[in-house]
């Protein structure tokens, strides 16, 4: 399985853009690049996911670089509520894929 | 829809015995993932079903095992438990052909 590596934490405040980054220098071809995120006492949930273009969801947005061997996830106006561990993950889509989560960066939100 | 449900949402159980977890995926969804959690560690994969097979399996012993009914529920059997397995155990639903799975809350099971 192809690694991801993510800083361990991050913080920003309130209604400010977050950028969170993630690089990815041996992913394949067929990988994708997925972002889910976990708040407290939750399971994991979908945030978004891309191939080779920028891609916007109404979340967040997820800048892939043109090699591929990095991407930021953008969340444009951070509120109290998008605290959470964030983790890039990369899977081949072929049906329902096996996710491997890496450790993930912990987003802290100041009011 | 109910989403993802998953019962006991707690649980205690003593060393060296045996524990069911239940899980209940997504109206619609066919495949169930099931993942393992230690405090402070991301998820990690266990094993996934479809069509009340096990399709994919992670690096767990096979004192960890599954099944899932033909209504696409889903249980997690651990036998022999050890400390280490004290953690939140995760099942996770999918359609066939679907990007995005959906995650349940959680059991929490604590082995003493």
């Known amino acids: 399985d192809a690694k991801t590596t993510q800083p361990n934490s991050m913080e920003s405040n309130e209604e400010e853009p977050v950028h969170l980054p993630c690089n990815h220098s041996t992913i394949s071809g067929t990988d994708y690049i997925h972002w889910y995120r976990q708040l407290p006492s939750q399971g994991p949930e979908y945030v978004i996911h891309?191939?080779?273009s920028n891609v916007n969801n109404r979340m967040a947005s997820l800048a892939i670089a043109e090699d591929r061997k990095s991407s930021t996830l953008i969340l444009h106006r951070a509120t109290l509520r998008d605290a959470a561990v964030y983790y890039c993950?990369?899977?081949?889509?072929?049906?329902?894929?096996?996710?491997?989560f890496g450790q993930g960066t912990r987003l802290t939100i100041n009011p | 829809d109910a989403g993802v449900t998953q019962s006991p949402t707690h649980l205690i159980k003593t060393r060296g015995q045996q524990v069911t977890l239940r899980c209940s995926p997504k109206?619609?969804?066919?495949?169930v993932s099931w993942y393992q959690q230690a405090l402070g560690q991301g998820p990690q994969f266990i094993f996934q079903?479809?069509?009340?097979?096990?399709?994919q399996r992670g690096n767990f012993p096979d004192r960890f095992s599954g099944h899932q009914f033909p209504n696409y529920s889903s249980e997690l059997n651990v036998n022999a438990l050890l400390l280490g397995d004290s953690a939140l155990y995760l099942c996770?639903?999918?359609?066939?052909?679907?990007?995005?799975?959906?995650f349940g809350q959680g059991t929490r099971l604590t082995v003493v």
């Open positions: 993950i990369l899977s081949i889509i072929q049906g329902a894929q096996k996710l491997v």
């Open positions: 079903y479809y069509e009340e097979e096990e399709r």
């Open positions: 109206s619609g969804h066919d495949t």
């Open positions: 996770a639903s999918s359609p066939t052909a679907g990007v995005e799975a959906f």
């Open positions: 891309g191939l080779t």
